[in-house]
């Protein structure tokens, strides 16, 4: 008998292994595997029948146990017809000398039906020269008649095992070819297709001069679930508003996951604008944010930018970046839910903007960003009571950004998250620093606007622990401004941060109030300390009956409920008379100051500049 290993025997396919497993991470496996459930198929070839009886007889207890389940033929012709019709047969025994077609021509022909099939030749010819040639033509192992059942036994473990290993190798790297091409054309977390393959639809339909609209679309407020709620329910989120779009779509519809919270639509036949415009409404209905295991809300502003395949453009790719545009211009709008139509006029205003969020980065790691504080005085006497930290981007070539052209960006980008925790420790450490230098000026207050990201973001609370415990706040008070909006969108969540806050003797002022649609019994609930009335009711007080009516309730409410009443955009001395007549205790405004910055608060409270 010679026994020879050619476990080895194919080094392009364990090659090819190595190589996409770095890729998709796939483990192949080289050592030997456990016998199967299921018997080995063992196809005999031997034109004598008493190799069948005895095969039968001598390996009747492999057989009984369902190891090993053999079939049987006489010739290589009726060999390979079984071969072909039985793809589950893992290992041969031929003998070579054969009427038709015989063993050498059998080894020539096997691998053409499977090549991973492993055959052990059984010949009574066992010279050196008749092995040497087997084993040139293919044959895995020799054994020599009369037949040692045992080592038989062996040999056929030994090989299946290899077969069945290579098997499933071939099966691993078939199976990460697949996952791979998957992955090219589509979204692993939502099965949605990618950017890939919606570019093949694009130039598909521009190679055949077919009608089509391009949908882009953003969810604005995605990022508040991300940061306040973490990754797991932001996905378990996302999937949830993908089974709502695609509730909108019809046959032919192509849904596609481009990054995050940006899906792009294409959608054929569609010639016109209007037609477009109709689909587009019936997006933003289905974009509605809500997660009923957390009973989490948050509005459903939906940003659209739409290209036409009227735009003749030869490339899918710059279908694809115009509608991109389309719906970076849409978000600029003041309406957060609405649906824009490319036109080149868009790109300078984008890429000023896109330019602008890149800015806010290098402007956070470059220091650029200043804090001012506006006065807060006591509208009978004019006393000084505290101060409000507005924070400032002095940009080195733009110069002094307004907060309303960068606030926005932070909010949509995540980077208020970064820039909220730096305005709150320096303008805290400030206060601090003042509360040394002019203690007879103190107590003041210091109010700190939060975003909703800010407040949801689940480490927070431990923001303001490090503070506390940093000791800066001794002396004065810390007041966290929370604007009615934010309130409104998350209110559960919004309300467990508040109690925390509230139990670490933090005050709490809800800011704008007015302009969003609290309800009152829901306001009762929360731990306020301050109502602030937003600036766009006290400038009609003393011209607008409404406003004045307004702004009466709104004081009523507050007193009502315990609270302190500040008016914003306080700019004359008669608003000042007229809140005074209403109860207004507090005001800040430009008949007091404008937001100052840190040296221009220091003259002010050397010189004691308190209105009595």
Same mark, same amino acid.
């Given at each position: 008998m010679v026994l020879i290993d050619y476990s080895n025997e194919n080094p392009m396919l364990h090659s090819s292994a190595k190589s996409l497993s770095s890729l998709a991470e796939i483990t192949l496996y080289s050592d030997s595997v456990t016998m199967p459930s299921t018997p080995a198929f063992i196809l005999v070839i031997d034109d004598e029948p008493e190799l069948k009886r005895l095969i039968e007889r001598r390996l009747k207890p492999q057989i009984k146990a369902g190891e090993f389940q053999f079939l049987f033929a006489t010739n290589g012709?009726?060999?390979?017809?079984?071969?072909?019709?039985?793809?589950?047969?893992?290992?041969?025994? &031929?003998?070579?000398?054969?009427?038709?077609?015989?063993?050498?021509?059998?080894?020539?022909?096997?691998?053409?039906?499977?090549?991973?099939?492993?055959?052990?030749?059984?010949?009574?010819?066992?010279?050196?020269?008749?092995?040497?040639?087997?084993?040139?033509?293919?044959?895995?192992?020799?054994?020599?008649?009369?037949?040692?059942?045992q080592d038989l036994i062996v040999t056929i473990r030994k090989t299946i095992d290899i077969v069945t290993n290579s098997r499933l190798q071939k099966?691993?790297?078939?199976?990460?070819?697949?996952?791979?091409?998957?992955?090219?054309?589509?979204?692993?977390?939502?099965?949605?297709?990618?950017?890939?393959?919606?570019?093949? %639809?694009?130039?598909?339909?521009?190679?055949?001069?077919?009608?089509?609209?391009?949908f882009y679309l953003a969810l604005d407020r995605f990022k508040i679930i991300r940061y306040g709620y973490g990754k797991t329910l932001a996905e378990k989120f996302l999937i949830q508003e993908v089974e709502r779009i695609k509730s909108c779509l019809q046959p032919g519809d192509i849904l596609a996951r481009i990054w995050k919270d940006e899906f792009v639509l294409f959608?054929?036949?569609?010639?016109?604008?209007?037609?477009?415009?109709?689909?587009?409404?019936?997006?933003?209905?289905?974009?509605?944010?809500?997660?009923?295991?957390?009973?989490?809300?948050?509005?459903?502003?939906?940003?659209?930018?739409?290209?036409?395949?009227?735009?003749?453009?030869?490339?899918?790719?710059?279908?694809?970046?115009?509608?991109?545009?389309?719906?970076?211009?849409a978000r600029m709008q003041s309406n957060k839910n609405c649906t824009v139509f490319f036109n080149p006029e868009m790109q300078v205003a984008v890429l000023n903007r896109l330019q602008?969020?890149?800015?806010?980065?290098?402007?956070?790691?470059?220091?650029?960003?200043?804090?001012?504080?506006?006065?807060?005085?006591?509208?009978?006497?004019?006393?000084?009571?505290?101060?409000?930290?507005?924070?400032?981007?002095?940009?080195?070539?733009?110069?002094?950004?307004?907060?309303?052209?960068?606030?926005?960006? &932070?909010?949509?980008?995540?980077?208020?998250?970064?820039?909220?925790?730096?305005?709150?420790?320096?303008? %805290?450490?400030?206060?601090s620093y003042w509360k040394k230098e002019f203690p007879e000026q103190f107590p003041l207050s210091l109010s700190v606007n939060l975003s909703g990201l800010q407040i949801l973001k689940s480490d927070f609370s431990g923001l303001i622990d490090d503070i506390i415990e940093s000791k800066v706040l001794e002396g004065f008070s810390l007041k966290l401004e929370i604007t009615e909006s934010i309130l409104m969108e998350n209110p559960e969540a919004v309300t467990e941060y508040m109690n925390q806050f509230k139990?670490?003797?933090?005050?709490?002022?809800?800011?704008?109030?007015?302009?969003?649609?609290? %309800?009152?019994?829901?306001?009762?609930?929360?731990?306020?300390?301050?109502?602030?009335?937003?600036?766009?009711?006290?400038?009609?007080?003393?011209?607008?009956?409404?406003?004045?009516?307004?702004?009466? &309730?709104?004081?009523?409410l507050a007193h009502s409920l315990n609270l302190d009443v500040v008016a914003e955009g306080v700019e004359t001395e008669k608003q000042i008379n007229t809140l005074n007549d209403l109860g207004c205790e507090y005001g800040q405004g430009y008949y007091f100051s404008p937001p100052i910055t840190v040296d221009a608060v220091t003259q002010l409270l050397q010189k004691n500049q308190l209105i009595s």
């Open positions: 012709i009726d060999a390979l017809d079984i071969l072909r019709s039985n793809p589950h047969i893992s290992v041969i025994l &031929t003998d070579l000398n054969m009427p038709g077609m015989d063993g050498w021509a059998l080894l020539e022909q096997m691998p053409k039906i499977d090549p991973l099939l492993k055959a052990i030749v059984v010949s009574a010819y066992g010279d050196i020269q008749n092995i040497r040639t087997a084993m040139n033509r293919g044959a895995f192992d020799f054994l020599t008649k009369p037949i040692n059942f099966q691993q790297l078939k199976t990460a070819v697949e996952n791979l091409q998957y992955l090219a054309l589509y979204d692993k977390l939502t099965g949605l297709p990618n950017q890939n393959h919606v570019l093949e %639809c694009i130039r598909s339909a521009v190679n055949h001069q077919l009608d089509f609209a391009l959608l054929p036949n569609i010639k016109s604008e209007n037609i477009a415009l109709e689909r587009a409404n019936k997006l933003h209905q289905a974009f509605k944010l809500f997660l009923p295991e957390r009973r989490i809300t948050a509005s459903g502003n939906t940003n659209i930018g739409v290209a036409l395949s009227s735009l003749f453009y030869e490339q899918a790719e710059d279908f694809l970046r115009a509608a991109d545009t389309a719906m970076h211009y602008l969020e890149s800015d806010l980065e290098l402007g956070l790691e470059n220091q650029e960003f200043q804090v001012y504080y506006q006065p807060i005085y006591n509208l009978k006497n004019q006393s000084l009571v505290g101060f409000e930290a507005l924070v400032r981007w002095q940009h080195p070539s733009r110069g002094l950004i307004p907060p309303s052209d960068f606030i926005p960006l &932070t909010e949509e980008t995540g980077l208020i998250i970064p820039l909220g925790e730096w305005v709150l420790r320096e303008s %805290c450490r400030q206060f139990s670490r003797n933090i005050q709490l002022s809800i800011d704008d109030f007015g302009t969003g649609y609290s %309800c009152l019994s829901y306001l009762q609930s929360l731990p306020l300390d301050t109502l602030k009335i937003d600036r766009s009711f006290i400038v009609n007080i003393n011209c607008n009956p409404k406003s004045l009516d307004i702004i009466k &309730t709104l004081i009523t």
